[in-house]
């Protein structure tokens, strides 16, 4: 098992479900979340920050 820090930036501009769905699709793409927290929110460019730990190799199907 191998644990990643990542930063990512998802799109404000849907509803706030939408927003919560493409935080969990962008997260579980790249492993098995641990945690993760919007860090910083961008109003100009309708853009949130994400950090996520996560770990990778622990499951079948999983990216190594």
């Not at 930036?9 to 927290?37: F, N, V, Y």
């Amino acid at each position: 098992m191998t644990t990643h820090f990542i930063t990512a930036e998802i799109d404000l501009t849907e509803s706030p479900k939408a927003l919560q769905e493409a935080i969990a699709t962008e997260l579980e793409s790249r492993g098995e979340p641990l945690r993760w927290a919007i860090t910083k929110v961008d109003t100009d460019r309708q853009i949130a920050h994400v950090e996520a730990v996560f770990t990778t190799g622990d499951h079948p199907g999983q990216p190594q």
